[in-house]
């Protein structure tokens, strides 16, 4: 069996054999892979190898570049490109019913079928971003978090025409929409932290679960901001949290939370997460110091932080004119605590409904 080699790494080969086809012809290009997929993230690995993984790479040429020279540049890759590189074929299957598609037959002869894509940056920008440039605070509030980290990672290998600057500026939100998504996921958790123990109480100890669930997806998310961090998809939340050696406490409680068999040590171990939340907020000094302990939930025996107040301070310290408009509204943030559904954040043609939220 082939040893797996990185995405990211096997783009570099690619490169290595790609450009000097393109220094022959003159161009100025970028070259890079942004964009969906785990090899993006540095998070593949030999499970990742079944579809849409691979030797790939994006060529980047200025638009009347691209006019002139892609369908060319296309078909001379496919006969100057080696059969393989870093032991992984260059070859691409055929699509699958399901749009994926997998790594080529390695023993075919002829011509490469590869994945080098020939694009312009608006046309990478807006397959990565959907029909959204963030310069409002309402632009920024509907791009999902994971197509901004699918953009501002992965590797640039070569750059004339300026993805960098792309990049460095889509880097992180403004900040006042950074202190809108943190005033709104502790008020998502100011709404939510009681009605976990409440449930158990009365009996219902799948509803404190799913409950209890909820908010440690809330802090997960809320723990990325605090941290400056676009979150990734679910699938990675847990494995790129636990990338940030910080959160290591966090984590242990969230765990416990999760783990709890009773609905009081599943409160308990919430609750130090909860206070951990406060605790990283207080470091990040945005507002005056916030007590670092629960208090009972109007005398109920629930441990709550008071998420609520948190996020009423943090929309206190808002200035930008946009953001002091949303946060006079309920806080409902933005797409990515809005919804958990892949579906809605995925239809690209309901981003402008979506962005009527704001």
């Known amino acids: 069996m082939t040893a797996f080699v990185p995405g990211l790494e096997l783009a570099r080969t690619l490169y290595d054999e790609v450009r000097p086809v393109l220094v022959e012809r003159g161009l100025p290009h970028t070259a890079a892979l942004v964009g969906p997929g785990s090899d993006v993230l540095g998070l593949d690995d ?32 496919r006969h100057r490109l080696p059969p393989e590189v870093g032991g992984w074929t260059t070859r691409v299957a055929p699509a699958a019913s399901d749009g994926t598609r997998g790594l080529g037959d390695p023993a075919a002869t002829g011509p490469v079928d590869h994945r080098v894509e020939v694009l312009t940056l ?21 791009v999902p978090q994971q197509r901004l980290l ?81 979150a990734p998809y679910d699938k990675w939340l847990g494995t790129a949290l636990a990338q940030i050696g910080t959160t290591a406490p966090l ?51 629930f441990e709550v932080v008071g998420g609520a107040l948190i996020a009423r301070r943090l929309a206190e310290t808002v200035t930008d004119p946009e953001v002091r408009r949303l946060v006079e509204r309920p806080l409902v943030g933005g797409i990515d605590l809005v919804t958990a559904s892949t579906d809605l954040t995925g239809d690209l043609d309901r981003t402008e409904v979506l962005r009527g939220l704001y």
């Not at 959907?130 to 632009?139: F, N």
């Open 46 to 77: 030999a499970t990742s190898t079944d579809h849409d993984w691979g030797p790939r790479l994006q060529v980047l040429l200025s638009p009347a570049d691209h006019a002139e020279h892609a369908a060319d540049l296309h078909e001379e890759l």
């Open 122 to 142: 608006d046309a990478l920008v807006r397959r990565v971003l959907g029909p959204v440039d963030p310069v409002t605070a309402a632009d920024w509030l509907v």
């Open 251 to 301: 984590r242990a409680a969230l765990a416990a939370a999760l783990a709890a068999q009773t609905w009081a040590d599943r409160q308990h171990a919430l609750a130090r997460a909860l206070v951990e939340l406060v605790r990283r907020h207080n470091a990040l000094g945005l507002t005056a110091p916030l007590p670092e302990t629960t208090a009972a939930f109007h005398g109920r025996p």
């Open 150 to 230: 699918a953009l501002t990672t992965g590797a640039v290998f070569h750059d004339d025409l300026g993805l960098g600057a792309v990049r460095d500026r889509l880097g992180y939100y403004p900040h006042d929409v950074w202190l809108y998504q943190q005033a709104s996921a502790w008020s998502a958790i100011g709404q939510d932290e009681h009605v976990a123990p409440r449930a158990g109480m009365a009996g219902d100890d799948l509803g404190s679960r799913l409950v209890t669930a909820r908010v440690c997806r809330t802090a997960v998310q809320l723990a990325f901001l605090q941290e400056r961090r676009y």
